[in-house]
C-alpha cells in the first residue's frame, strides 16, 4: 500500500499561469479530499468528492479553482491563472468513504505550490 | 472567532518529560480527530472518532465531546515525538469536512 500520492511534489508557476495538481488514493477508498496548509491560515478544507461525485466544495474559491474525479484511481485540483496568494501546499486525503469524520483519514506528502 | 481552540501553541521539553496538549470546540461537534505533522511531511492520523480515553502506545487521548474538548497525553517524550500535533473537529453540518486548529508544536530536546 503506497498510501495516498500526489504528484508533483512542488510546482512553480509564475503568476497568470495554470497549475494543475495530482492526487491518486488509497485503493479501495471512496472519499477524497482537498485541503490547502499556509502558514498564516492553517489547513482549510477544499472539496470533497465520494464515490468519484462533488459533494461539498463550499471550501474552493468560487473563480479560478476547479477540482474533478474522473475516475477512482485519481483526482485533480486545477487553478487557473494562478495568483501568489495560492502559493500553499495543496493535500490530497482519502478515507474508506463509510462514516465520514468518524474514520481515519491518509494524507499524502501534498503538493507545494509557489506561484512567482 | 476559532471553532478549535489548541493550546499551548509550543512546548519544548527534555527527553523523558511528559507532555499534556489540549483541544477546545467553539461549537457542537460530530467527532474530532488528533494528527501528527512533521515540518514539511505529512499529516499522520494518530487518534480518529475517539470517546473517553483511549491509548496507542505512549499516547493517550481523553475526548468528552459533550463538552466540546480532547487532550493529548505523550509519556516519556522522545526525540522523535518533535513536530506538529493538530486536532480537528466534524462539525454536525454533515458535510464531512474537518476543521482544523493551528496545532502545537513540540520540541523535544536531548
Known amino acids: 500500500n503506497a498510501g495516498v500520492i500526489q504528484t508533483p511534489r512542488h510546482k512553480v508557476t509564475g503568476k497568470g499561469q495554470e497549475a494543475t495538481l495530482w492526487c491518486e488514493p488509497i485503493?479501495?477508498?471512496?472519499?477524497v479530499f482537498w485541503y490547502r496548509q499556509t502558514i498564516v491560515q492553517g489547513l482549510e478544507f477544499l472539496t470533497y468528492?465520494?464515490?468519484?461525485?462533488?459533494?461539498?466544495d463550499s471550501g474552493m474559491p468560487k473563480e479560478r479553482f476547479s477540482a474533478q474525479m474522473p475516475n477512482q484511481s485519481h483526482s485533480t485540483l486545477k487553478i487557473q491563472s494562478t495568483q501568489p496568494q495560492d502559493s500553499a501546499v495543496y493535500l490530497c486525503?482519502?478515507?474508506?468513504?463509510?462514516?465520514?469524520?468518524?474514520?481515519?483519514?491518509?494524507f499524502g506528502h501534498g503538493t507545494k505550490l509557489s506561484v512567482l | 472567532g476559532q471553532q478549535v481552540q489548541q493550546s499551548p501553541t509550543s512546548l519544548v521539553l527534555q527527553e523523558g518529560e511528559n507532555a499534556e496538549l489540549q483541544c477546545n470546540f467553539s461549537?457542537?461537534?460530530?467527532?474530532m480527530q488528533w494528527f501528527y505533522q512533521r515540518p514539511g511531511g505529512s499529516l499522520i492520523s494518530v487518534f480518529y472518532?475517539?470517546?473517553g480515553t483511549k491509548q496507542s502506545g505512549r499516547l493517550t487521548s481523553t475526548t468528552v465531546i459533550k463538552e466540546r474538548r480532547s487532550s493529548l497525553h505523550i509519556s516519556s517524550s522522545q526525540i522523535t515525538d518533535s513536530g506538529t500535533y493538530l486536532c480537528?473537529?466534524?462539525?454536525?453540518?454533515?458535510?464531512?469536512?474537518?476543521?482544523f486548529g493551528s496545532g502545537t508544536q513540540l520540541t523535544v530536546m536531548p
Open positions: 472518532n475517539p470517546s
Open positions: 480537528a473537529m466534524e462539525p454536525p453540518s454533515g458535510s464531512w469536512q474537518l476543521i
Open positions: 461549537t457542537s461537534l460530530n467527532s
Open positions: 486525503a482519502s478515507s474508506q468513504g463509510g462514516q465520514g469524520g468518524n474514520e481515519r483519514l491518509f
Open positions: 485503493s479501495g477508498h471512496s472519499a
Open positions: 468528492f465520494r464515490n468519484q461525485a462533488p459533494i461539498d
